[in-house]
């Protein structure tokens, strides 16, 4: 109802004629005026419609006037309906008053005024009409109320989500952040442990070389002399690994071809797992090739290889995949945006529970017991990953089995490849060789090898000394010195001998990656620890270089072809 609708008027008497006068009176209102000739009638439309203002007559035959209000008011519904009575008879104070106690407004004598009777009428409906309009706002008002209250509270719920999740985000992250400051930790003390005991591996390589020269060769020295070697090469071994996990290994990456490289090592991985795990391989067609060194490749999926059989003592089946992804910014993975090959190594072995699954890539972390594991394998995985610019998980469940995914990054079109295996050639040239090295016993060793290679050796304990030596003495072929030494590194020291002596040889020992933002130093670079072999091999490279860059300049100098040779996988078991 708007505020100009007509309401309605009923007029109760039980006098046709009087009904009449009243509508006469009361029609120019604008209102809808409804007659009832009986109490009873009266009723009836007080049940079917709503009534703003009723005007009864007291005295009618069946039901009077006041028994008629005392009725409608004791219904719920017309307790405020505005009763006014109309009469000639009972006109005194006292009919009055009863007219009021049964639930009248008001009184109007008879004769009625005309002008009196519509006045109070329109006064009484227009009351109506505001009481409505009143009710009706207040019934708007609750129900925005509602409305409101029922949006805070889903606002609130909303924001309680969002701080729980918040909250459970912020501790993964940190976690995370723990994990990885852990993780940094250990791979600090781990390549600071390995740089040492590489040398230590060096000196005792180098020696037991000269020592299976230098011994007469029977049976009994030579497998004593071989087992001795092959302990060392082991240890070397596993500093490479733990070198792998503090991510400061000498990486040779070159553009491998994933197919090639495993139909390559599928033979000895078949012989490494034994006949009860069958090996399936799901290479995508012209997979793209991928930038990472080899040889560090071959022992991810020999390491992958060997947990999965270890983790299916009764057989079972090994899946080797590889397929080319592309990967977006933000993406799950913690990947940079671009082009990827993702590996994944699945068996159905015995798999791992969360707590195993969370520290599986930490180093030295081994549930194969004392003598059976060093808990490098996965870490030396990780390790390769996260140096080639990709990324390891895994995904394991007990009783199902375990998928490892491997990322590694499609090499850029403009890559070449590197030149790969460089026999071990023979230098016919007896040189005279500048050794620098601030580890004696590591120094002895080489000089030892050097000499046994038939070449002049002087031995400098500091990049200085050797420069103070290189003033007064030219007669040296050719420089080798240790890259991580106190004071002047042999990068340093190179660079020194770059700007006097351009065309003198140069030959850069190193065992550990830390070459500033693993720059290409420019220079031939031989990984420690070395045998006899590879440093002759590296020799012929050197010089051979040395002596095609005779005529050239000092530029030319600097960019000494290097090959390295790719190192053959030993199973260390
Ligand atoms: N495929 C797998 N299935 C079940 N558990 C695995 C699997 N791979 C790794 N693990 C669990 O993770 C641990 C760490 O693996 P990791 O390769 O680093 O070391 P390891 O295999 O114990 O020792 P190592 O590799 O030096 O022989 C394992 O001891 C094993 O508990
Ligand atoms: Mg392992």
């Not at 049940?47 to 009725?71: N, Q, R, T, W, Y």
């Not at 420690?528 to 050239?552: H, I, N, T, Y």
């Amino acid at each position: 109802m708007s505020i100009k609708d007509p309401v309605n008027i009923l007029l109760v008497d039980d006098q046709p004629a009087k009904l009449l006068s009243y509508q006469a009176i009361l029609e120019g209102l604008g209102e809808t005026l409804i007659v009832a000739g009986s109490a009873r009638e009266a009723l009836e439309h007080l049940l079917k419609k709503s009534i703003a203002v009723i005007l009864v007559d007291v005295i009618m035959p069946d039901l009077d006037g006041f028994e008629l209000a005392a009725m409608i008011r004791n219904h719920p519904r017309f307790q405020t309906t505005a009763i006014i009575f109309v009469s000639a008879v009972a006109m005194t104070d006292l009919d009055r008053l009863k007219g009021y106690e049964h639930g009248g407004v008001d009184y109007v004598p008879v004769p009625v005024v005309p002008e009196l009777l519509r006045a109070k009428v329109r006064v009484f409906a227009e009351l109506y009409r505001k009481t409505q309009q009143l009710e009706r706002l207040n019934i708007e008002l609750e129900r925005r109320v509602d409305e409101r209250t029922l949006e805070l509270a889903q606002a609130n719920a909303e924001l309680e989500r969002r701080v729980e999740e918040r909250t459970r985000e912020r501790e993964t992250a940190l976690a995370q952040v723990h994990q990885m400051q852990k993780l940094e930790s250990l791979g600090q003390l781990t390549g600071g442990v390995a740089h040492d005991f590489n040398n230590v591996l060096m000196a005792i390589l180098a020696n037991l070389d000269l020592l299976a020269r230098a011994v007469p060769e029977t049976p009994k020295s030579k497998r004593l002399i071989d087992g001795a070697i092959r302990a060392a090469e082991r240890g070397a071994a596993l500093t490479s690994r733990m070198l792998a996990f503090a991510r400061r290994q000498e990486l040779s990456p070159e553009i491998v071809d994933v197919a090639r490289l495993f139909s390559g090592m599928v033979e000895i991985l078949r012989s490494s797992i034994g006949p009860g795990i069958e090996i399936q391989t799901v290479f995508e067609e012209n997979l793209a090739r991928i930038s990472v060194d080899p040889n560090q490749l071959e022992l991810a999926i020999l390491n992958l290889t060997l947990n999965a059989r270890d983790a299916m003592p009764d057989g079972g089946r090994l899946v080797i995949a590889a397929r080319r992804e592309t990967v977006a910014a933000g993406n799950l993975h913690g990947l940079n945006p671009g082009e990827y090959v993702c590996m994944t190594v699945v068996d159905s072995g015995i798999g791992m529970d969360e707590q195993t699954m969370k520290r599986a890539p930490e180093p030295f972390f081994t549930t194969k017991g004392t003598g059976k594991g060093t808990g490098l394998g996965l870490s030396m995985v990780y390790g390769l990953a996260a140096q080639s610019g990709g990324n390891a998980s895994i995904l394991s469940k007990p009783g199902v089995g375990t998928t490892v995914y491997l990322w590694l990054p499609v090499a850029a079109a403009r890559m070449e490849a590197a030149p790969t295996t460089e026999s071990a050639l023979t230098v016919t040239k007896r040189c005279s060789v500048l050794l620098v090295d601030d580890d004696y016993m590591v120094a002895c060793g080489t000089a030892a090898m050097l000499e046994q290679l038939g070449h002049a050796v002087v031995t400098a304990a500091s990049a200085a000394q050797a420069l103070e030596i290189l003033q007064t003495d030219a007669s040296f072929d050719l420089v080798i010195t240790d890259h991580a030494m106190p004071g002047m590194t042999g990068l340093d020291l190179i660079r020194r001998i770059r700007s006097t002596k351009p065309r003198l040889p140069v030959l850069l020992v190193t065992g550990y990656a830390d070459l500033a933002g693993g720059e290409n130093p420019g220079v031939p670079r031989l990984d420690k620890p070395f045998r006899a072999d590879k440093l002759a091999a590296m020799l012929a490279v050197v010089l051979k270089g040395a002596s095609q860059d005779e005529p050239s300049d000092a530029a030319h100098s600097n960019a000494m072809p290097f090959a390295k040779s790719r190192a053959n996988i030993s199973i260390v078991k």
